[in-house]
């Protein structure tokens, strides 16, 4: 059991380009959830997957955050045309359906929008 | 709709005193409830949390929290806190599969 991983760890980017993160859970785990966490705040809910399906999506996901977990393994999460708002850390955690109560969290995605 | 509210955004606190930092929900039906620590620069890790049972619930590193249903709180304690106890602490809730909703955080502060 490695853990949660992310990939980047910090991703530096100007306005209006397109950035792309990485999220591998917990193997087996079927849960996968994304998570935003502005500076002083707590994270917030983005989206989460069961499996390869996109179960629920926070309305803070506008239309430029896309996300994707393809063989229900691991899962990107893209942002297009970013804007200085988007800096934030980006979290991931997993879970499995015997324990739907505990989160495993990754170490997360710090991006900072220039 | 569900909340979560931490009352003390920054906790100072000498070495070896007691600590308690607050939380409080608000919510129509049943909920999970947990604590969090984030040390800088990293994920979260699981402190404690309530399912059900027993409303004094033990976790790592020494920490224990009390669930009270009347007041709809959650409080945190620990007896005695060390220097490398000093990392942001959040309550959150959730029910059973669902996404979390988190506190804005509580910044515990040790100093010698």
């Known amino acids: 059991d490695t853990g949660v991983s992310q990939d980047p760890r910090h991703k530096i980017t100007k306005r209006g380009q397109n950035v792309t993160f990485r999220c591998d859970p917990i193997?087996?785990?079927?849960?996968l959830y994304w998570y935003r966490q502005t500076l002083g705040q707590g994270p917030e809910f983005l989206t989460y997957?069961?499996?390869?399906?996109?179960?629920?999506k926070s309305r803070l996901l506008s239309d430029r955050f896309s996300a994707e977990r393809p063989k229900g393994s691991f899962s990107t999460l893209e942002i297009q045309r970013t804007e200085q708002g988007d800096s934030a850390m980006y979290l991931c955690a997993s879970n499995e359906r015997e324990s739907y109560n505990e989160q495993f969290f990754g170490p997360g995605t710090r991006l900072t929008v220039l | 709709a569900q909340s979560v509210t931490q009352l003390d955004s920054q906790v100072p606190v000498f070495e070896e005193a007691p600590v308690e930092l607050r939380c409080n929900y608000s919510s129509s039906v049943s909920v999970y409830l947990f604590w969090y620590v984030q040390y800088p620069n990293q994920g979260l890790q699981l402190l404690l949390k309530y399912l059900s049972g027993s409303t004094l619930v033990k976790g790592i590193n020494g920490f224990e929290a009390e669930f009270n249903k009347s007041q709809t709180s959650f409080h945190l304690r620990k007896p005695s806190v060390h220097i490398s106890d000093t990392a942001e602490y959040f309550c959150a809730l959730n029910q059973a599969g669902t996404a979390l909703i988190f506190g804005k955080g509580t910044t515990l502060s040790v100093s010698s």
């Open positions: 997957f069961q499996n390869e399906a996109q179960l629920e």
């Open positions: 193997s087996e785990h079927n849960r």
